[in-house]
């Protein structure tokens, strides 16, 4: 049976403190909070009218199960406790029933740790504007999604909703936490990505790049929190389809991408609704990127 479709929430007896372009996040106590995975889907940063189902739930168990896998790598935010303890409405809980998750409150890291081990993206930009990522010298020729000799850690700024991240050095990463949190991040970061493109390889993909939040406890201890390895925070490629030079198809939003782009849309608030086939055919695309992280390996 499909899921009911959840696009915003207003959870009765508890406070929303945020709402981000995906998650909204209630408050529970002074040391935890509720954070719920919507359906909502963001394109060029800009939340679009219409939701994808089965997405925040996709999303949620991804999530989940990574978190539960790197675990022996760095402490996460998940506390353990059941969602139905404090979200008593039935109503309320059969909507936000296997997209939701109780948290740590933790002060989180304002950067974005982004590990990439193929050049895509913002970094393929850069790189051919100057043959380097975020300050890192890359060797010279590299094609368009070829391998990095190694992956490298590129932080980026948090943006305000509504405005693009901003890639800096290690150095400006260093000035806004600190020189030592900035190389545990760094290492904690390519550390799991390494964890987790091994499992993926294992199951036909590549995993291009992705990003890391963080955040500290009141000892200082680091931990890993939003989400993790998700096609929201990370390119997904099929192996078998990858080739040096062009732009693999990805395991996301890669459908409304597309079509945003074929009707040349300005980029800006409101955004346009999608046909349904756009929909249905991005919900499946994340279905499947859920039964090939978690499923069995393939070779």
Not at 183 to 194: G, M
Request: proline content about 7%; glycine content about 6%; some cysteine.
């Amino acid at each position: 049976m499909t899921p009911p479709t959840v696009h915003t929430t207003a959870l009765k007896g508890l406070t929303k403190i945020h709402s981000g372009k995906v998650r909204d996040l209630y408050a529970i106590d002074g040391s935890t909070m509720l954070i719920v995975t919507t359906d909502r889907l963001s394109a060029f940063d800009v939340v679009l009218p219409d939701p994808i189902p089965w997405k925040g739930r996709v999303l949620n168990q991804i999530a989940d199960f990574w978190f539960a896998r790197t675990a022996h790598i760095v402490p996460n935010h998940l506390t353990g406790r059941k969602v139905r303890d404090v979200v008593t409405d039935p109503e309320d809980f059969a909507l936000v029933d296997g997209r939701a998750a109780i948290v740590r409150r933790l002060r989180a890291l304002p950067i974005e740790a982004v590990v990439r081990g193929y050049l895509i993206g913002s970094g393929w930009k850069d790189y051919c504007a100057s043959g380097s990522v975020c300050g890192i010298e890359l060797p010279r020729g590299l094609e368009l999604a070829a391998p990095l000799p190694a992956p490298i850690f590129t932080p980026a700024t948090k943006a305000e909703a509504g405005a693009h991240d901003v890639n800096i050095s290690f150095d400006e990463a260093a000035a806004l936490v600190g020189g030592d949190i900035a190389a545990r991040v760094r290492d904690i970061a390519i550390a799991l990505y390494r964890f987790a493109s091994e499992h993926a390889a294992a199951r036909g993909l590549i995993i291009a790049d992705t990003k890391f939040e963080f955040g500290l406890d009141d000892t200082g201890r680091i931990h890993l929190i939003d989400e993790a390895l998700t096609p929201d925070s990370s390119r997904f490629w099929p192996a078998d389809t990858w080739r040096a030079g062009t732009s693999p198809p990805s395991f996301d939003k890669q459908f409304v991408r597309d079509y945003l782009e074929s009707i040349h849309w300005d980029k800006k608030p409101p955004a346009p609704r999608l046909p349904a086939d756009i929909i249905a055919r991005t919900s499946e695309k994340y279905r499947e990127a859920l039964a090939r992280i978690t499923g069995p390996a393939t070779r």
